[in-house]
């Protein structure tokens, strides 16, 4: 399509699906990748984790041809509008990408674009891989227990959106229809009451868990945990596990085990080449992510329990500057890091690049590029090792050293070229 604002680079490649049952891609050496800096800070890190990935892919014979598109406060500049058709065209167009964050009102004003950008793409999969990088500070004593990738749902439970506001006459009519129709009858308070509506689907939950067993199954990850409420909540998240049960003898076969069949059949002795799908319930196992870290590998759970899951387990490993992210969908997927625009630091040149550059990272690795991405991480673990790291570390570090967030990218590059 032709682009009217965002400028489509004369040089590069469009990413194309090359198996559409699969969802496989054709990646030339010299992909055009759109970009969206982001927000506040996103001035700041977008740029820097442009750096580090150039010079990832040159160093392995490939290059980037970016396409900077905009939403949030630079599309409202440029469009008089948060989220620009130009935008989700270019993602769709070519198939895989990465965004800085944009900053969601609390209470009012316009809803989540990280949000809409989700669901307008399908990108059904939000992907939060959780490890330990050496050098960063963090709360518990051995940081290096975690490695944990959590597939949260990004369509339904709370993200569908369905809900009404107390004091209107729309939420009057679903509390009638609760009360009087369906025979909730003590189920809702008097008075102004706000009702929102959790919907979990077998389409939804299926193609989410499918993502998460077969990456454990092309990682070498030994088990996929199913984490919900299913105690309480009997015909949501209860399906959920129910279907992901439902999935993995469908599907799977001999690949994968339940953990009954583990300690029936095997007598706790996991066989070599399966992966083993248990679940949880999602209190307990905000606590066994501290008390039994290193149990858990993969993890497939509905959109709010991932939301807490993955921030306690980034907390774990260093905190959200850290913790990259990535969202899958059907031959496409869009990087973005865990954290928010932090307007109060944009353009400050300050603020830890970290989670943004590993979210890049996983884009590498999305397109195949496993030595490209294998270079991000080992540079961006040298740099922290040695304490040459940006003010929220060298603040909680002795002897460590200082540097702004442009320094901190530069030196990166630096390693990059050294490692390569």
Do not use: C
Request: proline share 5%.
């Amino acid at each position: 399509m032709s682009y009217d604002i965002a400028e489509r680079p004369e040089e590069g490649e469009a990413i194309t699906l090359a198996d559409e049952e699969t969802g496989e891609l054709d990646v030339p050496e010299n992909p055009i990748i759109p970009i969206i800096h982001g927000d506040g800070i996103g001035t700041d890190v977008g740029p820097a984790a442009q750096k580090v990935l150039d010079a990832a892919a040159e160093a392995t014979g490939r290059s980037i041809a970016w396409m900077r598109v905009f939403a949030g406060e630079s599309a409202r500049e440029k469009y008089d509008e948060n989220l620009p058709e130009e935008t989700v065209e270019a993602f769709r167009e070519f198939r895989v990408g990465i965004k800085g964050p944009l900053t969601t009102p609390v209470g009012s004003g316009f809803r989540s674009l990280n949000v809409a950008l989700r669901k307008t793409l399908d990108l059904y999969a939000n992907v939060r891989p959780t490890y330990h990088l050496d050098g960063v500070p963090s709360p518990v004593k051995n940081p290096e227990e975690m490695d944990m990738i959590t597939f949260r749902e990004n369509t339904e439970d709370v993200y569908a959106g369905i809900e009404w506001e107390a004091g209107t006459d729309e939420v009057e009519r679903v509390r009638e229809f609760v009360e009087d129709e369906m025979g909730f009858d003590s189920t809702i308070h008097d008075g102004p009451v706000g009702i929102g509506v959790k919907p979990i689907s077998e389409f939804g939950s299926k193609r989410l868990i499918r993502q998460a067993i077969n990456y454990a199954i092309n990682n070498d990850r030994d088990s996929v945990t199913l984490v919900h409420k299913g105690n309480i909540m009997k015909f949501t998240e209860a399906a959920f596990r129910d279907w992901g049960y439902e999935l993995a003898e469908e599907e799977y076969g001999d690949e994968v085990i339940t953990e009954d069949e583990l300690w029936d059949e095997y007598d706790g002795e996991q066989p070599d080449g399966t992966v083993v799908v248990k679940d949880r319930i999602a209190d307990n196992m905000l606590q066994q992510l501290l008390t039994r870290t290193s149990d858990y590998s993969v993890i497939a759970t509905m959109n709010l329990n991932g939301d807490y899951m993955s921030d306690a387990a980034g907390a774990q490993i260093g905190g959200l500057g850290i913790a990259p992210g990535i969202n899958f969908g059907e031959g496409k997927a869009l990087a973005e890091p865990v954290h928010g625009s932090a307007p109060k630091y944009a353009g400050e040149d300050k603020v830890n690049p970290t989670a943004m550059i590993l979210s890049g990272r996983e884009m590498l690795d999305y397109l195949g590029w496993n030595d490209a991405a294998d270079l991000v991480r080992d540079a961006v673990e040298a740099q922290i090792s040695e304490g040459r790291v940006t003010y929220d570390l060298e603040r909680q570090r002795e002897g460590a050293t200082k540097l702004a967030t442009s320094e901190f990218a530069d030196e990166i590059v630096e390693r990059i070229h050294d490692l390569a």
